[in-house]
């Protein structure tokens, strides 16, 4: 069973800062690429940034680089979404998600397993 559960979630005032964590369990972690994705209300999903299995390449969206940082600790299994100077337009819900393969991919489909998402909310 894989198994990916993003916590860190919540309200933050615009130029604030909040990390996401993503635990993953039930596949080898350290050989699989990572994105985060996500979602704000009543639009479609948005890629936002990912990574490649040992964190060597990374790849962001425009909209999001330079604020965003992802990275992921292989020991913990787990993939961390650092936001600064956050924007009411970040608001969304944010998912995890996991590829089959190793290398970094800007694409929403290309993930096999997702997590339940975290509800990020930024104030003006």
């Known amino acids: 069973q894989v198994q990916l559960v993003e916590s860190g979630g919540g309200l933050v005032q615009a130029g604030g800062s909040l990390r996401l964590s993503c635990a993953a369990s039930?596949?080898?972690?350290?050989?699989?690429?990572m994105g985060w994705i996500r979602q704000a209300p009543g639009k479609e999903r948005e890629f936002v940034a990912a990574?490649?299995?040992?964190?060597?390449?990374?790849v962001y969206a425009d909209s999001v680089k330079g604020r965003f940082t992802i990275s992921r600790d292989n020991t913990k299994n787990t993939v961390y979404l650092q936001m600064n100077s956050l924007k009411p337009e970040d608001t969304a819900v944010y998912y995890c998600?996991?590829?089959?393969?190793?290398?970094?991919?800007?694409?929403?489909?290309?993930?096999?397993?997702w997590g339940q998402g975290t509800q990020v909310t930024v104030s003006s």
């Open positions: 998600a996991a590829r089959e393969g190793g290398s970094v991919f800007a694409t929403s489909h290309e993930y096999a397993y």
């Open positions: 990574i490649s299995r040992s964190g060597g390449s990374t």
């Open positions: 039930g596949l080898p972690f350290g050989m699989r690429g």
